[in-house]
C-alpha cells in the first residue's frame, strides 16, 4: 500500500496536471460542455495508452541502445529538473492550435502531458520494478494517477471559476517546486549507482 501511494503521488505531479489544465483550457477555450468533457475522457485514454507503453518498454530501450539504468536516472532527472524550473519560473512552452485542429494527442497528450521528462521518468519506474507484484502495483498506481489527470480535466471549468487562472498557476508552480525534488533524487541516486556507492 506504502508503495502503491507513493508512487501514485509522483506519477500524478510528473504528469504536471495543472500545467495540463491550463493549456486545457486555452485550447478548448469556446467548446460547448459535453465537447469539452469528451475531449478529456479521450486525452485521458491516449495519456494512458501511451504511459503503460512507455512504463513496459524501458528495459528493451536501456538493452537496445546499451543504457544502463543509473545513466538513464541521471539523464531523466536532469529533464525532470529543468521541466520543474520550467513551470516555477513559469516558462514552459506555449500550444498554439487552429479551429478545428484535433488536439487530443498533439499537443495535449503529447508533449503537453506525456514530455520528454515524463517519458524519462516512466522508463526509470518500470525499469526499477523487477517483479510481477511491482510490476502490478506501478500499473495500478499510473492509472490511478491518470484518473487523476482525467478528474482535473473534467473539473476544469470549475476549477477555473474557483480559482482563477493565477490560482491554478500557482498550483502550477508548487508543481514544479515537486518535481525538482524529485529529480534531484533521481539524479543523486544515479550518481550513487554510477559510482558504485551505497545509498544514504
Same mark, same amino acid.
Given at each position: 500500500?506504502?508503495?502503491?501511494?507513493?508512487?501514485?503521488?509522483?506519477?500524478?505531479?510528473?504528469l504536471?496536471?495543472?500545467?495540463?489544465?491550463?493549456?486545457?483550457?486555452?485550447?478548448?477555450e469556446?467548446y460547448?460542455?459535453?465537447?469539452?468533457?469528451?475531449?478529456?475522457?479521450?486525452?485521458?485514454?491516449?495519456?494512458?495508452?501511451?504511459?503503460?507503453?512507455?512504463?513496459?518498454?524501458?528495459?528493451?530501450?536501456?538493452?537496445?541502445?546499451?543504457?544502463? @539504468?543509473d545513466?538513464?536516472?541521471?539523464?531523466a532527472? &536532469? %529533464? $525532470?529538473?529543468? =521541466?520543474? *524550473?520550467?513551470?516555477?519560473? !513559469?516558462?514552459?512552452?506555449?500550444?498554439?492550435?487552429?479551429?478545428?485542429d484535433?488536439?487530443t494527442?498533439?499537443?495535449?497528450?503529447?508533449?503537453?502531458?506525456?514530455?520528454?521528462?515524463?517519458?524519462?521518468?516512466?522508463?526509470?519506474?518500470?525499469a526499477?520494478?523487477?517483479?510481477?507484484?511491482?510490476?502490478?502495483?506501478?500499473?495500478l498506481?499510473? @492509472?490511478?494517477?491518470?484518473?487523476?489527470?482525467?478528474? &482535473? %480535466? $473534467?473539473?476544469? =471549468?470549475? *476549477?477555473?471559476?474557483?480559482? !482563477?487562472?493565477r490560482?491554478?498557476?500557482?498550483?502550477?508552480?508548487?508543481t514544479?517546486?515537486?518535481?525538482?525534488?524529485?529529480?534531484?533524487?533521481m539524479?543523486?541516486?544515479?550518481?550513487?549507482?554510477?559510482?558504485g556507492?551505497?545509498?544514504?
Amino acid at each position: 500500500m506504502a508503495l502503491f501511494l507513493s508512487l501514485w503521488i509522483k506519477l500524478f505531479f510528473v504528469l504536471t496536471p495543472f500545467f495540463a489544465l491550463t493549456m486545457f483550457l486555452s485550447l478548448t477555450e469556446g467548446y460547448v460542455a459535453a465537447r469539452r468533457r469528451r475531449l478529456a475522457l479521450t486525452v485521458s485514454a491516449v495519456v494512458a495508452a501511451i504511459c503503460l507503453i512507455l512504463f513496459f518498454a524501458g528495459n528493451q530501450i536501456f538493452s537496445l541502445f546499451g543504457i544502463t @539504468l543509473d545513466a538513464f536516472r541521471i539523464g531523466a532527472g &536532469v %529533464l $525532470l529538473l529543468l =521541466s520543474g *524550473i520550467g513551470l516555477v519560473q !513559469g516558462k514552459t512552452a506555449s500550444a498554439n492550435a487552429n479551429a478545428g485542429d484535433d488536439v487530443t494527442v498533439v499537443p495535449l497528450a503529447i508533449p503537453i502531458i506525456v514530455g520528454p521528462a515524463t517519458t524519462g521518468t516512466l522508463l526509470v519506474m518500470g525499469a526499477e520494478m523487477t517483479t510481477l507484484s511491482e510490476k502490478a502495483i506501478g500499473v495500478l498506481a499510473l @492509472l490511478a494517477s491518470v484518473a487523476c489527470i482525467a478528474a &482535473v %480535466l $473534467l473539473a476544469g =471549468s470549475l *476549477i477555473q471559476r474557483g480559482l !482563477g487562472i493565477r490560482g491554478i498557476a500557482i498550483l502550477s508552480k508548487l508543481t514544479g517546486l515537486i518535481l525538482a525534488a524529485l529529480a534531484a533524487q533521481m539524479i543523486m541516486t544515479g550518481i550513487q549507482g554510477f559510482l558504485g556507492i551505497a545509498p544514504f
